[in-house]
Each structure stands twice: as C-alpha cells, then as structure tokens.
C-alpha cells in the first residue's frame, strides 16, 4: 500500500545524512524510502507522483513516512515543487561549517574518481563544490513558500558531538517515541577514503548507471550506501589530507554573508556556531532550531556517483 510522505530531509550532502537515514530507517515508527536520494522532486519529477508515490509502502506499525534526499536543498525547482504537491510537509535539515563541507566534498569527489586536481584547483574550475555549500540562498528559496516551523534545522556539529540528543530532536520534531539509539549507530559512516582499485570502482560506477536506467532505484540506494560495499571499494587514507590555512581563510571570506543570510531569513545562529561572528568556531551553543530563535546559483549536480 502506497503512502503521502509526512516529511523529507533535504540536505545538505556531507552533514549527517547517510547516518540521518540509517537512522530514521532503524525507527520503529518510521518509514523510509529503502534508498538514499530517491531524487523526485529535483530529478524525476516527470515521472509524475503516481509514480513517486509508489515508492512508499508503509505498514501498520508505522506512524510516519518519508525519504532522504540531499539534492532537495541546492535544487532550484524543489521548493515550488514540493510546496505544489505537498504545502504541509514537515522537513529536516542538517548543516555543516560550509568551509569545512566544501572540502569534505571535494574529498568525496577525489575518492569516486569525479575530480583529479588539488583543492585549490577544484574550487576554482568546479563552482558547484562552493555553490552546494551556500545554505542561506538556499532555505531563501523554501522560506518564501513554507512556514518556517515546518523546518527542523540541525547541525552536523551536535551530530558529532551528542549523536542521542541529535537524534532525539528530530524524532520529537516528527511525532514518533524519542527511542535510545543502538550501539551499531555510534559509529561513522562513510568516511572519506580513497580507491583500493581504480578499475573495481569504475566497474561499480558503470553498474550504478546501470541500475537507474533499468529503473532499479532502491537497490541502488541500498548498494550505495552499503557499508560492506564501500568497505571493499575504498580504504581510508593513510593520512587524511587537510585544508590549506590561507584556503580556508579565503574560503570563510567567501562564505561569511550567506551565514549571515542564513541565520536572518532562518532565525538560527550559524555564524556563532562557526565562529563567523567574529568569534573562536565551534564554542558551545544551544542547536534546537526546529523553530526561529527571536531576534546564487545552486550548483545543483553533484560531483559524486552518477
């Protein structure tokens, strides 16, 4: 029996959403798109929502029912969609120092074979590694369309940090039992890496395009995401590269007025968070912004597994 989403996470990419959706799966009360990145809304539309709405198949047990997709976020025409389709719809956000995202990113393109130069080089040839990363023009676009206590907007460092209460919000936000979470999710999924065999890689790509031409979406979200899969493709690096300072200062620069944008038209405080007030980044900070506190060109596709 097909079902009406109650909700969606929408990105970013590169903040906690792979762990976001193992997650939600896990939740007894939840049901999730078996697939990370259905897409339909910033990709599939045209497939039309009979067909989206087929991907659901909820049972008795479950109180909710929703999906995953991070490309929601940086798309141009998801808002209207969603908001066209859906005006209601609760949706969940989780947001990352856009520096320190950027560069995750790029990482993440280096290990799928997508980008070959150096961080520098990439920023500079490859606008979409920047452009996914602005995050107040982005929730801009949704907040001229939906109410913003329908936002659940979540950082990436209370994630890292408090992973329990991270998760608790986010049930609280949805309705479901703030359940304690098992030990198989304390531990980080994904991690950058780089190939073990350049040709056992390519070889998987060449299948994933495979799979979504042959329509094979959940299957080839299940695989994606597969920590088995991934483990025999890829190694962690044997020294994970870091951010040149003065990159990363350049990079803050860039960044700093859409962290003001955000926290004006999302009521947060993202810049005192990430330390763009002028302060230390990463100083304690109360992140519940389900609703507001008081007081560009997307570079919509991404440069990883296509």
């Known amino acids: 029996m097909s079902a009406r989403p109650d909700f969606l996470y929408i990105g970013t990419s590169k903040a906690g959403s792979t762990w976001l959706f193992r997650t939600l799966s896990w939740h007894p009360q939840i049901y999730v798109y078996p697939g990370k990145n259905l897409g339909y809304f910033s990709s599939r539309y045209e497939l039309g929502q009979d067909w989206y709405l087929s991907n659901f198949e909820p049972g008795a047990e479950h109180k909710v029912t929703g ?38 990113d790029y990482l993440d393109c280096v290990k799928n074979g997508k980008l070959h130069g150096t961080f520098e080089e990439e920023i500079e040839r490859t606008p979409a590694l920047i452009n996914r990363s602005r995050y107040g023009a982005q929730l801009e676009r949704y907040l001229k369309l939906f109410d913003r206590k329908q936002f659940h907007i ?28 098992p030990a198989k999710l304390g531990r980080k999924v ?12 390519s070889a998987a790509k060449t299948l994933s395009r495979l799979t979504r031409r042959l329509g094979l979406h959940s299957v080839r979200g299940k695989v994606k995401i597969s920590p088995t899969i991934r483990n025999m493709l890829y190694r ?21 007025a859409d962290v003001r944008l955000l926290d004006s038209v999302a009521g947060t405080n993202f810049a005192g968070l990430w330390g763009y ?17 008081t007081g560009a060109n997307s570079g919509e596709a991404e440069c990883r597994t296509s």
């Open 154 to 181: 979540a950082s990436f460092d209370e994630l890292a940090a408090e992973p329990e209460r991270f998760a608790a919000a986010i049930f609280g936000f949805l309705g479901v039992d703030a359940l304690p979470l």
């Open 190 to 201: 994904l991690p950058a890496g780089t190939p073990r065999s350049k040709l056992a890689v």
């Open 236 to 256: 962690p690096f044997d020294k994970r590269p870091v951010m040149n300072p003065a990159t990363e200062a350049r990079l803050r620069n860039i960044f700093a």
């Open 277 to 293: 007030d002028g302060t230390s980044a990463g100083r304690a900070v109360e992140v519940r912004w389900s609703a507001p506190v």
């Open 67 to 104: 999906e995953v997709s991070h490309s929601y976020l940086v798309s141009e025409d998801a808002p209207a969609r969603i908001h066209r389709d859906f005006p209601a719809i609760k949706m969940i956000v989780s947001l990352r120092d856009p520096v320190q995202r950027t560069f995750s």
